[in-house]
């Protein structure tokens, strides 16, 4: 069985083979690297047979592209999702033609800025958070903070965003009931449900201003800036108050369907914001395990603030929604103290009770952490094991990752040498090197057959 992971890995009727092999006719493995040479870097889409072992070149080989900033496989299509900083992104697809070879298919998108994606049926769909029309602004010409999505159809390769109005305002603003806006970190589709971490962002111009200061919390008013500062994004307005208040509370939104209207929000106190964090990406921590039991991940990124108001004091844990449900239960894992007190930068299913995680070297609260461990989280038996096997000089750890039969693979990029595929087996969390590619690294993989 492929396990959908962050990305929704495509699959087929006729499956590889349990080794990671693979013939023309059932598909190839598809990865997408950068290649660097004395003058230039160029973004190639490789294909191979296997994920296990081999050597893969792009010399005279592969298909160019534009490169992205995530490669999501869905649905037998390959998409290349770009972020520019306070810019709508250049977005295109890709197919694994008749020949093995992988072809770009027409359409060329121009996407709205987003923070974070998910996938609901045949759309995968970006988010993120940003002021509403003219029309909703206040008295001080503020306007309230709104939920912007895109829909991308995989099969029909069409795009259509929502339409905010008076009818479907999709208003973040006092989201959870406290005042603040919030921003909506991935979506895992199970059942006709949708399940998004809800990560309370503070209080936008128009929230801090609402009822004369209503919803400033008593001793964080000097929070409140007095001007407009910071860059990319950490850049602030005045009258912003960025950051929650509420750092010790997790939030997950409970969507029906993917029209994401009317959420039923789901609350625990025994962990923080349900989403990894670099810079405005926000990555998703909430995932399915195969009975359908809903795992919540906080990494405690809260403590990271500057202001000790703001910090959380909830160390990096695991909560749980039952299958069927719409609330926690008393499920609850302390992960850092499995780890010597580190967090975790994101994480993924491997399969059954099984869940990869990108581990932190160091503490949230020390500098310079960087997301350079593995380790196998198991949900059944609430052990986290570090993984084992891989090199010493991980310079990055891939983006998307592959599970299948008690196993889940993920690109590994080194300092010295080629970047290679992984193969995890998630009972022992043992690692073993699989197929290199001779390229600076691996952006993303996944498997997919020929498609038209």
């Not at 909560?319 to 994101?346: T, V, W």
Request: negative net charge; charged residues 15%; aromatic residues 12%.
């Amino acid at each position: 069985m492929i396990v959908p992971a962050i990305a929704l890995t495509a699959c087929s009727e006729d499956e590889p083979a349990p080794d990671g092999g693979s013939n023309i006719a059932d598909g190839k493995y598809v990865f997408a690297t950068t290649v660097k040479g004395s003058n230039a870097t160029s973004y190639v889409l490789l294909t191979g047979e296997s994920l296990d072992e081999g050597n893969l070149s792009p010399v005279n080989n592969g298909l160019l592209n534009d490169g992205a900033t995530q490669w999501v496989f869905h649905k037998n299509y390959l998409y290349a999702l770009t972020y520019n900083q306070g810019n709508a992104g250049t977005t295109r697809s890709y197919i694994l033609g008749a020949n093995g070879e992988m072809e770009a298919r027409g359409t060329e998108y121009r996407i709205s800025r987003f923070s974070s994606y998910g996938a609901y049926d045949n759309d995968i769909i970006t988010m993120s958070t940003g002021e509403g029309p003219d029309a909703f602004a206040d008295s001080h010409g503020y306007r309230p903070m709104t939920l912007l999505l895109t829909y991308l159809d995989v099969v029909n390769e069409t795009a259509r965003n929502n339409q905010v109005n008076a009818q479907t305002p999709y208003s973040m603003e006092n989201f959870l009931g406290n005042g603040e806006y919030v921003t909506l970190a991935g979506a895992e589709q199970h059942g006709s449900k949708l399940y998004c971490g809800a990560i309370p962002m503070g209080l936008s111009q128009y929230g801090a201003a609402y009822d004369n200061g209503k919803w400033i919390r008593p001793g964080f008013e000097h929070l409140v800036h007095d001007q407009a500062g910071g860059s990319g994004s950490g850049s602030y307005k005045a009258g912003e108050l960025v950051g929650t208040q509420y750092p010790d509370e997790c939030w997950v939104a409970i969507y029906d369907n993917s029209d994401f209207l009317h959420p039923t929000l789901a609350k625990t106190d025994k962990i923080s914001s349900p989403a990894g964090r670099f810079r405005s990406q926000y990555y998703q921590t909430v995932w399915a395990a195969e009975n359908g039991d809903i795992y919540v991940f906080s990494p405690s990124y809260a403590k990271t603030m500057t202001d000790p108001k703001q910090k959380t004091t909830l160390p990096a844990g695991v909560c749980r929604i039952p299958a069927g449900s719409k609330k926690f239960d008393d499920y609850y894992c302390n992960i850092e103290a499995q780890a010597n007190g580190k967090s975790f930068m994101r994480c993924w299913p491997a399969g059954g009770n099984y869940f990869l995680l990108v581990m932190y070297d160091r503490p949230l609260t020390e500098a310079g952490f960087a997301g350079t461990d593995l380790a196998i989280f198991d949900a059944a038996s609430k052990k986290l094991t570090y993984v084992s096997g891989l090199p010493s000089d991980v310079s990055s750890i891939g983006k998307t990752v592959f599970a299948r039969n008690g196993y889940v693979y993920i690109p590994i990029n080194v300092t010295n040498g080629y970047p290679a595929i992984y193969r995890i087996n998630t009972a022992t969390a043992q690692a073993t090197k699989g197929v290199s590619i001779e390229a600076a690294d691996i952006t993303g993989f996944g498997f997919m057959t020929p498609g038209k």
